[in-house]
């Protein structure tokens, strides 16, 4: 049932999302740009997960030129509205020169990242933006991302963890209010789902007071190694009302599955109390695993 209505949420957001995701573009842009720099060839398989409106696959299309491009989805009208450059779209008509005639038009599937439909060591690589925070068994999951890969392939993932919308856990305990946020995993959660198909580790940071910043590189990979950064980002909203208009316009407002619908009356009474502009933690862990 969550699943359902996660999937119902993002695709509501789908007509404006591109407008107010200004945070999930940033994240799209340092991870395309950490993949690049360690995938320079072209020729390569990609599987997409929790693509949303094409975000990270406008970045990693021109400069890939990939042999197969597998978009995916939970929600259908996501799948639906996104864009990248026409040159690589099955309706444009621009041939598709800077590729080399290499570049083939992404495949658009509506698919549970979880369940991905693909047979073992089918692809060179599995990316994702932003979406493994929505997985719901994340210790099976994320491994069985792994065996889609071929030898020598990588999964490269960003997702936010543990450190995000602290600021909002805070006001909301002193309230005695329920935050409504959905659980997120450790770094080190993350590094231990992971490195059941890798040995040695590197973790690094990144600290940012505004949006934007922290935007470094993940280390060199190993085959065998889980390696990543952790990016902390500040982004002030012009009010703690205006954060949470922002998370359903994006369709990121679907609470944690033992939430309890908050008395309105005293949740507006906090939200008056609060300061503006109202500052929003958001830490994401950006990184990347070879097989």
């Not at 309706?91 to 979880?114: A, F, K, W």
């Not at 994006?250 to 507006?268: C, K, M």
Request: with cysteine; aromatic share 6%.
């Amino acid at each position: 049932m969550r699943k359902t209505a996660v999937a119902h949420n993002f695709g509501r957001a789908s007509p404006h999302y591109d407008a107010q995701a200004s945070l999930q573009a940033v994240v799209a842009q340092q991870l395309a740009r950490a993949i690049l720099a360690s995938h320079p060839a072209s020729g390569l398989s990609v599987l997409e997960i929790g693509g949303g409106t094409g975000g990270l696959t406008r970045h990693l299309l021109p400069a890939f030129c990939p042999s197969m491009y597998l978009f995916s989805d939970l929600s259908w009208p996501m799948v639906r509205r996104a864009q990248w450059p026409p040159e690589h779209d099955a309706l444009g008509e621009t041939p598709q020169e800077n590729c080399g005639g290499i570049g083939l038009s992404p495949h658009r599937l509506v698919m549970d990242g979880e369940q991905a439909a693909l047979p073992p060591a089918s692809v060179d690589l599995v990316v994702s933006s932003l979406a493994v925070q929505w997985f719901t068994q994340p210790a099976i999951s994320l491994p069985g991302l792994l065996r889609l890969l071929k030898p020598g392939g990588q999964l490269w993932i960003s997702t936010l963890v543990q450190g995000s919308f602290d600021q909002w856990r805070r006001d909301c305990d002193q309230a005695a209010l329920p935050t409504g946020i959905i659980p997120l995993l450790s770094e080190g959660q993350l590094v231990d789902m992971l490195s059941g198909h890798a040995f040695p580790t590197e973790v690094s940071q990144a600290e940012g007071q505004v949006l934007g910043q922290g935007a470094g590189q993940v280390p060199p990979q190993q085959k065998g190694q889980v390696s990543g950064q952790l990016h902390k980002m500040l982004r002030p909203y012009p009010s703690a009302l205006a954060f949470l208009q922002n998370l359903r316009a994006i369709g990121a407002h679907h609470p944690a599955a033992d939430h309890r619908p908050v008395n309105a009356g005293r949740l507006r009474r906090l939200l008056t109390t609060l300061p503006t502009p109202y500052p929003v933690d958001y830490h994401v862990w950006i990184g990347c695993v070879t097989v």
